[in-house]
């Protein structure tokens, strides 16, 4: 069984940091993409981050560029999404995905989802 379990979210003040873990099972990570996604409530599901099977290409959202890094380490069966400079607008239920060898931004290419961990930013 494929699955993925987030972790890591929390509250934080604005300009915090945190850091999101994706801890994968059932498939051979190396062979896939991985996507963070985040929904506020009211708001479209968003594209985040990607980063390639290999870890040799990464994206971004022009949201977070600059201030959020997207890595894995395929040993570890784990991806990670650092987030520093957190905003108010930063709120919301992140998710990572896997999609099979692309790096991609849609959710709609993603078939595996984990449950979400919560990231609040406030003061």
């Known amino acids: 069984q494929l699955q993925l379990v987030e972790s890591g979210g929390g509250l934080v003040q604005p300009g915090g940091s945190l850091r999101l873990s994706c801890a994968t099972s059932g498939f051979t990570l190396a062979n896939y993409a991985i996507g963070w996604f985040r929904q506020a409530p009211g708001k479209e599901r968003e594209g985040v981050s990607c980063i390639t099977s290999s870890g040799g290409s990464t994206n971004y959202a022009d949201s977070v560029k600059g201030r959020f890094t997207i890595s894995r380490d395929n040993a570890k069966n784990t991806v990670y999404l650092q987030m520093n400079s957190l905003k108010p607008e930063d709120t919301a239920i992140y998710y990572c995905?896997?999609?099979?060898?692309?790096?991609?931004?849609?959710?709609?290419?993603?078939?595996?989802w984990g449950q979400g961990t919560q990231v609040t930013v406030s003061s």
């Open positions: 995905a896997a999609n099979y060898r692309l790096c991609l931004l849609s959710g709609a290419e993603y078939n595996y």
